[in-house]
């Protein structure tokens, strides 16, 4: 089971998906409540909630106990499934997430949303960011930059829309910032390999390095846990699909 990040969606993992099933597994992507083609409530969108919904995603195909991959803000998610549903969940891959814990980073919650909050995007031309995602992502797959794209809503006047309003990202924020990370790691039993994306070249030490290794000491007292550094972008599953699918056939076992 894929689950993608924060205002992203299911297709951002379509290159992971098609390799994975390549390699003989069974492979499910899902759009999070207020993400892609799902569902958008007014709310809640507390991570306990995301949560129970991919329980009862799982629980409704009969896929359990599954593999599940998380990146991003979903690192978080398959981990609060993993510790409500241990039943549910065989191992664990975070890309680039999980580890992450906001409110020990951002004491006042005001400061966190203005670091973080979503750029404006609605109204702007498809054309104009389809350009803009080309530039910025020069060399990824044809296939992670329509999924990027996919992100999104295209309007009849050919402008796009997130498909997560910025009234539902601050509510799912909110609630990422409001976790007891450390808690939450601590009731981790499944084995979680955590993938972490680094700038090529750079050597610099950054407020990752610590989250990680935080993250890794207390997962390490509870379960097999794992780090993997790998040189490239926050979007690792999109931007390098084949390593990273290979990375989580081989913590799968295979």
């Known amino acids: 089971m894929l689950v993608h990040g924060l205002a992203s969606c299911l297709r951002l993992w379509d290159g992971v998906a098609a390799r994975l099933h390549g390699l003989g597994h069974r492979v499910v992507a899902c759009d999070l409540r207020g993400h892609g083609l799902s569902p958008k409530p007014e709310g809640p969108y507390d991570l306990p909630t995301v949560a129970a919904d991919l329980a009862a995603l799982i629980e409704q195909l009969e896929i359990g106990p599954c593999l599940l991959a998380g990146q991003s803000y979903g690192g978080t998610v398959v981990m609060q499934v993993a510790a409500d549903r241990p039943d549910l969940v065989d191992r664990m891959v975070c890309v680039d997430g999980g580890f992450l814990d906001l409110g020990r980073r951002y004491a006042e919650w005001e400061r966190c949303w203005k670091e973080l909050a979503p750029p404006p995007l ?3 031309p498809v054309a104009a960011l389809r350009l803009r995602m080309r530039s910025e992502r020069a060399g990824w797959p044809p296939e992670a930059l329509e999924g990027q794209l996919a992100c999104f809503e295209v309007r009849a006047d050919g402008t796009v829309a ?10 799912v924020l909110r609630g990422l910032w409001s976790v007891d990370a450390p808690a939450l790691w601590a009731r981790m039993s499944a084995a979680v390999l955590l993938v972490v994306a680094q700038r090529p070249g750079s050597r610099a030490r950054t407020k990752n390095h610590d989250d990680v290794e935080r993250c890794h000491a207390v997962l390490a007292e509870h379960t097999t846990s794992m780090v993997m550094w790998m040189d490239g ?3 690792l599953h999109a931007q390098q699909p084949e390593p990273v699918a290979r990375l989580i056939h081989d913590w799968a076992g295979g």
Not at 162 to 171: G, I, M, N, Q
């Open 122 to 124: 609605t109204g702007r």
């Open 162 to 171: 997130p498909w997560l309003t910025k009234e539902r990202h601050h509510d």
């Open 233 to 235: 972008d926050h979007d």
